[in-house]
């Protein structure tokens, strides 16, 4: 554990989550923390401005008001631009040149939860130690310096946000490729993208179908999205669609579905593009980055062809600081956030969808044509609520069975054991090479962990 982890106690793996209206996801906490933003990113004389965008859950309201009135009590400025994907806003507060941007969402979770993910002025999530420091601020705010004028920012709403957003997917599309006669079953999942996406497909050729945008406030990511791509699923074999897109609640993760309606994650997302990056050679080091819970046939359908794939801890934001501190440009989670760092600066589902689809229409070739070019290992994954997240190396009798497992499966084989980032629970993650064995060992490794956590 670094310093930033000892002194972080409000941020975790993506910002700061819980269910809204309940510690931390509060007015005063947001209130707090506005104004310790614009503290942090206050540059000299010069006004701080600050994007603040959010999903379409009915708490974003209450939290984007005490957002706005803690940063423009501490003098800086707010632009508001209403529901928008989390990529969009990163994107916004980049070419906008602000100063920082604030994303109020809880991503893939229920209505009933919230969360708030800060970038810097270039589109970035912030590094540990940066979070840390603005936690240190809302314990002890500066005190106003006396004047005769009161230090008060303003809040503006940009309405074209969602338009700029559009014409950068646009963009990424290459311009000698259309969509024209493509069928696209799109699921929106009630969320941030209800707008968008059905836009950028049409406004590229293709005959969209549309689900789940119809958002209320309550019906983010209910029984639709990237969470239940089923529903898309069944929708593209009743269509005939050549690709369904599940999007989350905010967007920056994707799970696509092929012709057949067989779901497509993220790992032969990163199998498929990767790949041919490869190919054209444009692809630093030769290297994938994903995380610890890509399956190994991500790993072996790039090894395959001289490629690499190199692993970072869990979440996305994980993802991209190992790629920009090692100079590499592609990666992702299996989850479905995919990372073009030269296009974008965090994961953007719509536009790893439009990649895939671009390798379709280029290479006249349907996805689960393409998608074959890696094979899935069987893997096992267990969630479990628990109560406190004792470390692993003071729960000696779960390493024993860890270390037990890991050298029956040998070469052929993965396990990983950790706790979530954002919930309370443990995740056990087994691959190998026949299923029902390595259920077993997850099941033998969950049920000890659960009795050394009871004790």
């Not at 991503?107 to 936690?135: C, M, R, T, W």
């Amino acid at each position: 554990m670094n310093k930033a982890d000892e002194t972080r106690r409000l941020f975790g793996t993506d910002g700061i989550r819980g269910v809204a209206n309940q510690h931390p996801m509060t007015a005063e906490i947001a209130l707090s923390l506005g104004r310790a933003v614009a503290e942090r990113f206050r540059k000299g004389g010069r006004r701080c401005r600050v994007v603040i965008g959010k999903d379409t859950r009915l708490s974003g309201y209450m939290l984007e008001s005490a957002l706005e009135a803690g940063i423009v009590s501490a003098g800086a400025d707010v632009m508001l631009v209403g529901p928008l994907p989390t990529p969009a806003i990163a994107f916004i507060t980049s070419s906008m040149r602000a100063d920082a941007g604030v994303v109020i969402s809880a991503s893939h979770n229920p209505y009933q939860d919230n969360g708030i993910k800060i970038f810097a002025s270039d589109g970035f999530k912030l590094p540990d130690e940066v979070e840390a420091d603005i936690e240190r601020r809302m314990a002890d705010p500066e005190t106003p310096t006396p004047g005769p004028e009161p230090k008060i920012g303003k809040a503006i709403r940009i309405d074209d946000a969602e338009g700029r957003y559009v014409q950068f997917l646009k963009h990424s599309f290459p311009k000698a490729r259309t969509l024209d006669g493509v069928r696209v079953v799109v699921d929106c999942a009630n969320g941030a993208a209800y707008r968008a996406a059905p836009q950028v497909f049409s406004e590229l050729g293709a005959e969209v179908t549309v689900l789940s945008a119809e958002p209320n406030g309550r019906n983010i990511n209910d029984n639709c999205g990237a969470l239940h791509a089923e529903k898309v699923a069944a929708e593209v074999r009743r269509t005939h669609s050549a690709i369904g897109v599940a999007l989350d609640g905010d967007a920056d993760r994707v799970i696509l579905t092929d012709e057949r309606g067989e779901i497509v994650d993220g790992d032969p997302i990163m199998a498929i593009l990767g790949t041919r990056l490869l190919a054209r050679g444009a692809l630093p080091g030769n290297t994938v980055v994903a995380t610890v819970m890509s399956n190994l046939g991500l790993e072996r359908a790039l090894a395959a062809r001289a490629g690499k794939l190199l692993r970072a801890p869990v979440g996305d934001r994980y993802v991209v600081e190992t790629m920009r501190e090692k100079g590499f440009i592609f990666g992702g989670e299996q989850s479905g956030h995919i990372i073009f760092l030269e296009e974008a600066t965090t994961g953007d589902g719509l536009l790893a969808a439009l990649q895939i689809l671009s390798v379709m229409v280029q290479e006249e070739r349907p996805l689960s044509e393409l998608a074959a070019i890696m094979t899935r290992y069987p893997q096992v994954l267990i969630n479990f609520k628990v109560a406190h997240k004792t470390p692993l190396d003071q729960l000696p009798v779960v390493e024993a069975v860890i270390r037990r497992v890991e050298s029956a499966l040998g070469q052929d084989g993965r396990v990983l054991v950790r706790y979530s980032g954002t919930e309370p629970k443990a995740r056990v993650m087994i691959e190998g090479t026949d299923e029902s064995t390595i259920r077993a060992y997850a099941e033998e490794i969950v049920t000890t962990m659960q009795k050394a956590l009871a004790t």
